[in-house]
C-alpha cells in the first residue's frame, strides 16, 4: 500500500482532470458516444499516462527536487529512490495495455498522435533528450501532454473533426504553453542553482511571465473567434491572463512569489473545465447521452 499512494502521489492527481478530460470531450464532440472505448481512453489519460508523465519527470529529476521547497505535496512529490524503480515500472505496467487497445481499435491518425504523445512524457524528461532543459521545446512538449490526448480522442474513431476542433486545438496549444512557463517561472532560481535550464532560466522571471500572458490572452481571443457561445469560454480564458498578469514586475529575485499564481491556476482549471463543459452541454445536450 505504501508503494501504491508513492506512484498516486507522484502522479499529481489534482491534474488529472487536464489530460482525461481532453480526449472524453474530443472523443464526444467527433461523434463518439460514452462507449467502452470512451472509458478505456478516458481512464488512461486519466491515471496510467499521468503516472508514466510525472513519474518518469520524478524519476530523473530527484536531484533538482530535493533542493525545491515547492515539491513534496500537491506539486509533486519527493519519493526517496528506493521508489524510482517501482514508479518507472508502474510506468510501463500501467500503460502498456492501454496502449496496445488504443492502437488496436483506433485510426492510423490517432495511433500516429498517441506515439507522439508518449513519445513527448518520455523525451521531456528522460536522458539523452531531456527536452524540459531545452528553453521553448520545453513549453512545446510540455504543452503536447495535454493537446495531444484531445487529438486523439478527436480522431480514434475516423469521427467528424471540423475547422473550428484544430482551431480550438490551436488555442489549446497556447494554453498549454504559456502554462509551462508560468510554472518554470517560480523555479528560476532553484534551476539556476542546480545547473537546470528551461524557458524561464533562459528570457528571465519577467519576461516569461509577460510571454506567459501573452499566450493566454491569444489563446483566449482565438476562442472568442468560434462561433457562439465560444464567448463564454474565451471569457472564462481570460480568468488565466488576469491571474498571470498579476505578477506583471516580478524579478528573478522574487520569481518564488509566482507560486500564488501558480496554485490559483491549479484550481482555475477545474472552474474552466466545468464552464467549458456546461457550455458545450448547452449547445449539444447530446453529449450527455
Not at 240 to 266: G, K, S
Request: hydrophobic fraction near 55%; include cysteine.
Amino acid at each position: 500500500m505504501r508503494i501504491i499512494r508513492g506512484i498516486l502521489s507522484a502522479s499529481r492527481p489534482v491534474s488529472w482532470v487536464n489530460t482525461a478530460f481532453p480526449y472524453g470531450l474530443a472523443y464526444l464532440l467527433s461523434g463518439g458516444s460514452v462507449d467502452w472505448l470512451f472509458w478505456v481512453g478516458v481512464v488512461f489519460f486519466l491515471i496510467p499516462y499521468n503516472i508514466a508523465m510525472y513519474g518518469i519527470n520524478d524519476v530523473f529529476d530527484y536531484e533538482s527536487d530535493i533542493r525545491n521547497p515547492r515539491k513534496g505535496g500537491v506539486e509533486g512529490a519527493v519519493l526517496p529512490r528506493s521508489m524510482h524503480a517501482p514508479l518507472l515500472w508502474a510506468s510501463a505496467v500501467t500503460t502498456i495495455p492501454f496502449l496496445v487497445v488504443l492502437y488496436a481499435a483506433g485510426t492510423w491518425i490517432s495511433a500516429a498522435w498517441l506515439s507522439l504523445a508518449m513519445a513527448a512524457v518520455v523525451a521531456y524528461s528522460a536522458p539523452p533528450f531531456r527536452f524540459k532543459e531545452r528553453p521553448v521545446l520545453d513549453s512545446v512538449t510540455s504543452s503536447a501532454h495535454f493537446v495531444t490526448p484531445a487529438i486523439v480522442g478527436a480522431t480514434i474513431t475516423a469521427g467528424t473533426t471540423g475547422g473550428n476542433f484544430w482551431f480550438a486545438a490551436g488555442a489549446f496549444f497556447l494554453w498549454g504553453m504559456a502554462s509551462h512557463a508560468l510554472g518554470a517561472v517560480q523555479d528560476v532560481r532553484a534551476d539556476r542553482e542546480g545547473g537546470l535550464s528551461s524557458i524561464a532560466t533562459a528570457f528571465g522571471a519577467r519576461l516569461t511571465t509577460r510571454l506567459a500572458a501573452g499566450a493566454y490572452l491569444v489563446a483566449a481571443l482565438l476562442i472568442f473567434a468560434l462561433p457562439s457561445p465560444g464567448w463564454i469560454v474565451g471569457l472564462a480564458g481570460l480568468g488565466y491572463v488576469a491571474n498571470t498578469m498579476r505578477f506583471w514586475n516580478i524579478t528573478d529575485e522574487t520569481c518564488e512569489d509566482v507560486n500564488r499564481a501558480w496554485r490559483v491556476f491549479l484550481w482555475l482549471n477545474y472552474l474552466v473545465g466545468a464552464i467549458v463543459t456546461i457550455t458545450l452541454i448547452a449547445v449539444h445536450p447530446s453529449l450527455l447521452g
